[in-house]
């Protein structure tokens, strides 16, 4: 990154403790109170008191978040980053935007284009809100089953193809005047532990990291990528000791020197269990800086954050250059933005990228492309050739009560007017589960759609021990059984006996409505290939 003239002489202007600050990206929910405090004003506090450089925000609404934006932006002597994780575009983060459904559903329709629109409505929706700084692609190559936080966030195992889409998502948010962040470097698919919880061991051979780990990350430095998130891995093929957001080797080493990434690097959150439970975050902040990070994302105590790093510097554990050098590019991002020039965003002219520029046909495009019908043994689908015949309709719901199920049901009834729909989550006793499964006989046409999440300290990609007993209990009394996943293509080996088999990738509405339209005849067949292996699946 060259670095100008004007941003030299802004941050000579700066403390110490200022650019110490500048490094920092503090959190901001979206929600009113957290702990018995007012949000804001905690956030504000940072913002005024510890000057921090960022914050990252999660949930609220289209609105809201860019007054609440534009407010704390007033408040900062220096503009802030802004940061928000939108893998599935705006929405995913702020209700009113546009939620796409996961990566995989790109990865399994295998199109460059879907990928870049989707790259370029996330970035206008984001900074229409206020938000430069799109914490996505993940690049991280799916190749573990058991992983249970990448799975259907991943465009699929084929490094060529993760690398293909990250590259389009990138160009993407470029043209959306947005900044990319390739995550979770240096490849977290093949983990079977969630960061969140506990730090992740990666015991590959540095052929096969080199092979299928980089290559996303190589095609991202050479399509020009702005950021790379570190991820919280031990990966002992490239340093055996410490985790790859803390090691020299891998972010200075690898990445700057071998990798040649001049752009700004930041950590994954370091609230997360693979930190907080090996380093007092205290030590964390500063092995992080001196292996050569810019940005110390979400640290769970932002004033003791800053106070660390200042301390480092004092007794000269860390260099007052390094420190520099990582502001430096901080600052050179803002100045590159415009932000010393109009920081605040027109929240009037934020209706036009945000409700009127065909973002939700997009997603209904990518949902219906994405669709793949794995497996249908016994011609099941489409359902409307079924004619006559009793349909149930079971959504079963793990760990959420999803309006995905509701409209999914819906749909369904509005066509095939034998429907009946039922719900069951791991709150259904075991009486209320048997009388369902009374009312099932070898003629009903069962319909099972399965609405089960990836996310952060779940421990956990598919349903767990109590949803699949019910699963398999309820599958087993019909041999006309359609199971349709809403999330991890690996479900099927909770019912391999399942007749039909429709990943559907995502619980947002275009997917939840292209599968229901795909069950019932209503366009093409769905034509997506399967971008990870399953093993046990035969057509």
Request: net charge negative.
């Amino acid at each position: 990154m060259q670095i100008s003239e004007r941003t030299q002489k802004i941050v000579a202007s700066l403390t110490l403790r200022q650019q110490v600050g500048q490094l920092v990206v503090a959190p901001f929910t979206g929600k009113h109170e957290v702990g018995g405090r007012f949000e804001v004003e905690r956030v504000k506090e940072l913002v005024e008191r510890v000057e921090v450089g960022g914050i990252i925000m999660f949930g609220g609404d289209v609105f809201e978040t860019a007054l609440v934006v534009n407010s704390l932006q007033r408040l900062s002597r220096v503009p802030l980053l802004v940061h928000s994780d939108l893998e599935c575009g705006a929405g995913m983060q702020v209700r009113g935007a546009t939620r796409f459904p996961n990566n995989m559903a790109v990865g399994a329709a295998g199109a460059d284009e879907f990928a870049r629109e989707m790259g370029r409505a996330t970035a206008v929706q984001a900074r229409a809100l206020g938000i430069h700084y799109v914490l996505a692609p993940v690049l991280d190559v799916q190749t573990e089953a058991a992983n249970p936080i990448v799975n259907t966030r991943a465009y699929g195992e084929d490094p060529a193809l993760v690398a293909r889409l990250g590259a389009a998502f990138i160009a993407g948010v470029a043209a959306g005047r947005g900044l990319a962040t390739a995550k979770h470097f240096p490849g977290h698919g093949a983990t079977t532990v969630d960061s969140h919880l506990k730090l992740p061991t990666a015991a590959r051979a540095l052929a096969e990291v080199e092979a299928v780990e980089l290559a996303p990350f190589r095609a991202a430095v050479a399509a020009g990528v702005p950021a790379v998130m570190v991820g919280h891995i031990l990966v002992t093929a490239l340093d055996p000791e410490l985790p790859t957001s803390l090691s020299h080797k891998v972010i200075t080493g690898l990445l700057r020197e071998r990798l040649g990434f001049d752009g700004v690097v930041m950590t994954d959150a370091l609230m997360m269990g693979a930190i907080v439970e090996e380093y007092p975050e205290e030590e964390a902040v500063v092995l992080a800086l001196k292996a050569g990070t810019d940005l110390l994302l979400y640290p769970q105590r932002v004033p003791e954050a800053v106070e660390a790093v200042l301390k480092a510097v004092e007794w000269g554990d860390l260099r007052a250059e390094r420190v520099r050098a990582s502001v430096e590019r901080v600052v050179e991002t803002k100045v590159a933005l415009g932000l010393f020039e109009e920081r605040l965003v027109q929240v009037a002219a934020a209706e036009r990228p945000l409700f009127e520029a065909g973002h939700e046909e997009l997603a209904r495009r990518i949902a219906a492309a994405g669709l793949v019908l794995a497996r249908d043994r016994r011609g099941l689908v489409p359902l409307t050739a079924l004619a006559g015949r009793k349909l149930f309709c079971v959504s079963l719901e793990d760990e959420l009560r999803s309006e995905g199920a509701v409209r999914f049901g819906e749909i369904l009834g509005e066509t095939v007017r034998t429907t009946q729909r039922f719900r069951v989550d791991d709150t259904t006793d075991a009486g209320a589960l048997a009388r369902l499964c009374a009312q099932i006989d070898a003629d009903t046409v069962l319909v099972l759609p399965v609405f089960s999440r990836v996310r952060g300290f779940k421990g956990r990609a598919g349903v767990g021990p109590k949803l699949a007993e019910s699963l398999a209990a309820l599958g087993a009394r019909t041999p006309a059984t359609v199971l349709v996943s809403f999330g991890s293509p690996y479900l099927i080996r909770d019912l391999p006996e399942a007749a039909a088999y429709l990943c559907a990738w995502s619980d947002c509405d275009a997917s939840v409505e292209a599968a229901a339209r795909a069950l019932l005849g209503g366009g093409p067949p769905p034509a997506g290939k399967l971008p990870v292996t399953v093993e046990g699946l035969q057509v």
